[in-house]
């Protein structure tokens, strides 16, 4: 965030300057820096090397000659384009004088308030005044990936009764109605029982939109804009320059208001000194094998650390002695029963530790030995998740439906609901640990919550925080949508579907209980054909609807159809 000038007068004599690179943990975290250099924007060498040399501060007069080729002060009617502006002041400006421009009546649209939402929050604005007609640009992701935070479009309708407007996409010229949207203020709080409490304390309802025929350099960034207008003149701070010229994807498609100047690149030389003063990549390179033996006996250590389920358990016991439950006395047999074998746990994962210690200290990168330690860990997960299993699972399995009927034992059955959870979690974590692509707990067996709970009422998860894949099967199972399970669970929606998508690489769910044969078959076919990076230049080459969350079930079919093979 912008640093105020009052905060500043108090911070600086704490911190050398207000970047990240300043603060006393990244200085102490020897952190390695990898510069990530391959652009994919620009294609054009020569726009490539201007734009670098205007990020350093070290721009020819022969580079600003050749931007100031693409000085054209006539305003173009093309609604592709977008000006780029150094103030608010001068782009709210641009934007009302073309929405003056349509001869249409105005729609006004208000967001809905609840509770307490302090305006200068606001995500967009309380009031938004659109036209058909209007271009407008979006200011958040949607979880389907219907739209994104900076995608451009133009709004074509709208439904009053359902209070939706139908906007049609610059980029591909494909139409959509959208709804309004929910941000939450929320505040996080430490109860009585030292635990972390969400409180909601308003919500604001509203279009994630705004004009767009200008936007601000600072709202501009992470866009790409084949059509740029801007004008530089006036600008005012490190680093706009380079953010407003690098949005365009070739000087052709840049359109320069007023000339560029040298006064108007502004370079801020302690950026420029950290950059220079990053190693590079060779130096990275050689401290990575030792990085990565690091990481690896860290991750190892944490899933087996069993010292926040025994504090959890003590917890309970604590409760337990404090209360009015009802058999308190024989409650108590059986939680201490379980803290017992979690106990054992805990001194086997000390030990365990101890070791992994040792074998690293002694045995180095050595593969043979990396290999020996990769195999007394999958060991490791294997007795370790049997154990919680049947000496703390299948026991509180039972208990707690035996128990939640009872009188007075609300708050009782919350904390062990929770625990059980957080077991679960472990479990999880302990059959999932992945070490340089390799799963050590891919052999392990396999124990479900769901056939654990057969034979006795289900266990829904009370906490919001630490739940497992299993809650959301449970729910899916229970014939509840994506969007029903994601209320419930206070989660996106696109984190339901990347629990799906682990069900269905399970074969827990069969992918065409989750979209059409005919499209399972058309985009297994554009996996095997299409050559691509990431799932975003997959969905461009596709050339057809997809979200990201079927792109990772499709991904996750895929990995059970060969497992099965």
Same mark, same amino acid.
């Not at 001194?347 to 593969?367: K, P």
């Not at 229970?478 to 990347?498: F, H, N, P, Q």
């Given at each position: ?39 994919? %924007? ?5 726009? #490539? ?67 307490? +939402? ?27 990936? #219907? ?77 790409? #804009? $084949? ?35 040298? %006064? $108007? ?39 087996? =650390? ?14 337990? =002695? ?29 030990? +365990?530790?101890?070791? #992994? ?34 000496? &703390?699972?299948?026991?509180? =399995? ?57 034979? =006795? ?11 497992? $894949? ?21 989660? &996106? ?58 792109? $990772?079930?499709?991904?996750?079919? %895929? ?7």
């Amino acid at each position: 965030p912008v640093i105020k000038d009052y905060a500043w007068d108090v911070l600086k004599h704490y911190y050398r300057t207000g970047y990240f690179f300043s603060s006393h943990v990244f200085q102490r975290c020897n952190a390695l820096c990898v510069e990530l250099t391959k652009v994919y %924007r620009q294609k054009d060498d020569i726009f #490539l090397d201007i734009l670098n040399r205007i990020r350093d501060g070290i721009a020819t007069e022969e580079d600003l000659k050749l931007l100031n080729q693409q000085y054209s002060p006539k305003e173009l009617e093309d609604e592709e384009i977008i000006t780029l502006c150094t103030h608010n002041i001068i782009a709210d400006q641009i934007n009302q004088k073309k929405l003056a421009e349509i001869e249409e009546p105005i729609k006004k649209l208000k967001a809905k308030i609840t509770g307490k +939402f302090n305006e200068n929050a606001y995500p967009v604005d309380e009031e938004i005044k659109l036209k058909i007609g209007a271009i407008i640009m979006f200011t958040r992701n949607e979880s389907e990936g #219907l739209y994104y935070n900076g995608k451009i479009a133009k709004v074509l309708n709208y439904d009053r009764e359902e209070d939706l407007i139908r906007v049609e996409f610059i980029d591909d010229k494909s139409t959509s109605w959208i709804e309004k949207v929910e941000w939450k203020n929320e505040k996080y709080t430490i109860n009585a029982e030292n635990t972390i409490e969400l409180e909601v304390l308003g919500e604001f309802i509203q279009f994630p939109v705004r004009l767009a025929w200008a936007v601000t350099v600072h709202k501009s960034q992470g866009l790409t #804009l $084949n059509k740029a207008r801007m004008d530089l003149s006036k600008s005012f701070a490190a680093g706009q320059a380079y953010v407003a010229l690098s949005r365009c994807t070739s000087l052709e498609g840049l359109t320069l208001i007023k000339p560029v100047t040298a %006064r $108007n690149v502004i370079v801020d030389p302690r950026i420029v000194e950290f950059h220079n003063a990053m190693p590079d990549l060779s130096h990275a390179m050689t401290a990575l094998p030792e990085a990565k033996k690091a990481y690896s006996l860290e991750s190892i250590r944490k899933v087996f =650390s069993m010292s926040k389920l025994v504090d959890r358990v003590e917890e309970i016991q604590d409760y337990i =002695s404090d209360s009015s439950i009802p058999h308190k006395d024989r409650v108590y047999i059986i939680v201490d029963k379980i803290k017992k074998q979690l106990l054992n746990l805990l001194a086997v994962s000390t030990d +365990f530790d101890g070791y #992994l210690s040792r074998w690293i200290r002694e045995m180095g990168a050595d593969e043979a030995y990396i290999e020996l330690i990769y195999t007394k860990t999958s060991k490791g997960i294997n007795y370790f998740t049997e154990q919680i299993y049947e000496k &703390a699972l299948k026991p509180l =399995s039972i208990h707690i439906p035996e128990y939640q009927v009872k009188a007075k034992t609300k708050k009782y059955i919350k904390l062990q609901t929770e625990f059980y959870d957080q077991l679960w979690n472990k479990m999880d974590r302990l059959c999932s640990l992945t070490i340089e692509d390799d799963n050590l707990g891919k052999d392990a067996k396999i124990y479900k919550r769901s056939e654990l709970e057969m034979d =006795s009422q289900p266990i829904i998860s009370t906490s919001k925080k630490g739940a497992t $894949n299993d809650i959301t099967l449970q729910l899916y199972r229970d014939g509840l949508t994506v969007k029903a399970i994601s209320e419930i669970r206070s989660m &996106a929606a696109s984190t339901i579907d990347t629990h799906l998508a682990h069900w269905i690489k399970e074969g827990e769910i069969p992918i065409t209980d989750l979209m059409k044969e005919e499209k399972v078959a058309k985009m297994m076919e554009s996996f095997d054909t299409i050559k691509f990076e990431g799932f975003g230049d997959l969905r461009v080459k596709m050339g057809y609807d997809v979200s990201y969350g079927e792109l $990772n079930q499709i991904k996750a079919h %895929r990995a059970w159809l060969e497992a099965k093979d």
